[in-house]
T-cell receptor
Framework: DVKVTQSSRYLVKRTGEKVFLECVQD?????MFWYRQDPGLGLRLIYF???????EKGDIPEGYSVSREKKERFSLILESASTNQTSMYLC???????????????FGPGTRLTVT | QQQVKQSPQSLIVQKGGISIINCAYE??????FPWYQQFPGKGPALLIA?????SEKKEGRFTISFNKSAKQFSLHIMDSQPGDSATYFC????????????FGTGTKLQVIP
C-alpha cells in the first residue's frame, strides 16, 4: 500500500512564525505536491516537485516555499505565517507520467494549520 | 482562474437514488479526467477516471459521462448509499506535463436513509 504521511494532523502557530510542514512517501514516487484545501475553493496547488531539488510553482505559491532534499521527503515552508494561511494542507505523490499511462495522486491525511 | 467548474456545491440524496455531479472545463489540452472521493479526516483518493476518447466509463455503481464537444463531464452514482456520503472532486490534467492536476471546487454529498 502506498503511504503518504504528514508530520502533524493539527498545528497552531502565531502570526509571523516560520512554519515547516513535512511530508514523506514510501513508494519511490518522482512527483510530490502540496495543496491547500479551503471550503468552496477546492484543492489549490501551491508547489510541486518532479525530482530531488527540483520544484515548480503551482497556482498559489505566494507566501510559501518548498524543499526537496531527498526523494521521499517534501517540505512546505511558511516563512512568516499569516492568518490568511489558516487552512488544511494536503501533500500528494505520484509516479512520473509515462505515456499513455497516467498515474493517480496519493494523498496524505492533511495538516490543519491555524494561524492566530 | 477556475479552469474546472463543478456543481452543485452540496447535494442531498435519498438512499437508493441517483447522485449527479457536473463539471466543465476550459482548457482543451486536458486529456485525463479523474474523480476523487474524500471522507472526513482523510485525504482524497482516486475513485474513477476517464480519457476523452470514450464517452462513458462505468465501475460498479459509479459512471463518468463525458461530452468532449461541450467540454463537460459528470459523475453519476447509482443506488446511492449512506456510505457514499463524502466530498467529491472532479479534476483535469494534461498527461504531457508533470501530472499537474487542476481540481474542481468539490461537492459535498449526503445520502440520507
Amino acid at each position: 500500500d502506498v503511504k503518504v504521511t504528514q508530520s502533524s494532523r493539527y498545528l497552531v502557530k502565531r502570526t509571523g512564525e516560520k512554519v515547516f510542514l513535512e511530508c514523506v512517501q514510501d513508494m519511490d514516487h518522482e512527483n510530490m505536491f502540496w495543496y491547500r484545501q479551503d471550503p468552496g475553493l477546492g484543492l489549490r496547488l501551491i508547489y510541486f516537485s518532479y525530482d530531488v531539488k527540483m520544484k515548480e510553482k503551482g497556482d498559489i505559491p505566494e507566501g510559501y516555499s518548498v524543499s526537496r532534499e531527498k526523494k521521499e521527503r517534501f517540505s512546505l515552508i511558511l516563512e512568516s505565517a499569516s492568518t490568511n494561511q489558516t487552512s488544511m494542507y494536503l501533500c500528494a505523490s505520484s509516479l512520473q507520467s509515462r505515456l499513455p499511462f497516467f498515474y493517480e495522486q496519493y494523498f496524505g491525511p492533511g495538516t490543519r494549520l491555524t494561524v492566530t | 482562474q477556475q479552469q474546472v467548474k463543478q456543481s452543485p456545491q452540496s447535494l442531498i440524496v435519498q438512499k437508493g437514488g441517483i447522485s449527479i455531479i457536473n463539471c466543465a472545463y476550459e482548457n482543451t489540452a486536458f486529456d485525463y479526467f479523474p474523480w476523487y472521493q474524500q471522507f472526513p479526516g482523510k485525504g482524497p483518493a482516486l475513485l474513477i477516471a476517464i480519457r476523452p476518447d470514450v464517452s462513458e466509463k462505468k465501475e460498479g455503481r459509479f459512471t463518468i459521462s463525458f461530452n468532449k464537444s461541450a467540454k463537460q463531464f459528470s459523475l453519476h452514482i447509482m443506488d446511492s448509499q449512506p456510505g457514499d456520503s463524502a466530498t467529491y472532486f472532479c479534476a483535469a490534467s494534461n498527461s504531457g506535463g508533470y501530472q499537474k492536476v487542476t481540481f474542481g471546487t468539490g461537492t459535498k454529498l449526503q445520502v440520507i436513509p
